[in-house]
T-cell receptor
Framework: DQQVKQNSPSLSVQEGRISILNCDYTNSMFDYFLWYKKYPAEGPTFLISISSIKDKNEDGRFTVFLNKSAKHLSLHIVPSQPGDSAVYFC??????????????FGAGTQVVVTP | DADVTQTPRNRITKTGKRIMLECSQTKGHDRMYWYRQDPGLGLRLIYYSFDVKDINKGEISDGYSVSRQAQAKFSLSLESAIPNQTALYFCATATQRQGDPGELFFGEGSRLTVL
């Protein structure tokens, strides 16, 4: 049973507008949440993360919001650019050293940014 | 040159054949992982290794084996391939010495098709 869910397989957004990607999780033991970005024929690359003790983390055009009570996080991309067209994976992990690198991934959301 | 290199990038094989996917890294990381990506399921962990001679099963290890020949090399074997092992396979590295707990560095992937 998937512990991390991305219910929107695709998202189309106009260049310059905001992209909002959503992610839900079921395991309350997760301590760290991450977003990865993947272009075709490439491996995923780390984008941004957030610890469970925070509710927001911002890095340039990318902001991740965490709502622990709802077990929900979202990634905001503002403004969206054509180079943001990619698949975005939400992932979660526990805090123990044994958990390092052992991510639970969502199914991914394909983002298409149109001119 | 890529920091995490996977070979082969593409492979088509037949049911029952033995297949090895190889991964080498120049990042000097101690931890290495094999994930597989399937449509609608995201990435799932097959095996991981925290150091040479340390091998651990992941979420979906049945039908697979691994070998950590050196700190920089981690290979994945399918002893007798079956069609439902058709997937995109990713090798990844990590280190506790830097970065976030879930920050993995992925190779470009190996696409395996089992007929």
């Amino acid at each position: 049973d998937q512990q991390v869910k991305q219910n929107s397989p695709s998202l189309s957004v106009q260049e310059g507008r905001i992209s909002i990607l959503n992610c839900d999780y079921t395991n309350s033991m997760f301590d760290y949440f991450l977003w990865y970005k993947k272009y075709p024929a490439e491996g995923p690359t780390f984008l941004i993360s957030i610890s469970s003790i925070k509710d927001k983390n911002e890095d340039g055009r990318f902001t991740v919001f965490l709502n622990k009570s709802a077990k929900h996080l979202s990634l905001h991309i503002v403004p969206s650019q054509p180079g943001d067209s990619a698949v975005y994976f939400c992932a979660a992990i526990g805090s123990s050293t044994d958990s390092w690198g052992k991510l639970q991934f969502g199914a991914g959301t394909q983002v298409v940014v149109t001119p | 040159d890529a920091d995490v290199t996977q070979t082969p990038r593409n492979r088509i094989t037949k049911t029952g054949k033995r297949i090895m996917l190889e991964c080498s890294q120049t990042k000097g990381h101690d931890r290495m992982y094999w994930y597989r990506q399937d449509p609608g399921l995201g990435l799932r962990l097959i095996y991981y290794s925290f150091d040479v001679k340390d091998i651990n099963k992941g979420e979906i290890s049945d039908g697979y084996s691994v070998s950590r020949q050196a700190q920089a090399k981690f290979s994945l074997s399918l002893e007798s391939a079956i069609p439902n092992q058709t997937a995109l396979y990713f090798c990844a590295t990590a280190t506790q010495r830097q970065g976030d707990p879930g920050e993995l560095f992925f190779g470009e992937g190996s696409r395996l098709t089992v007929l």
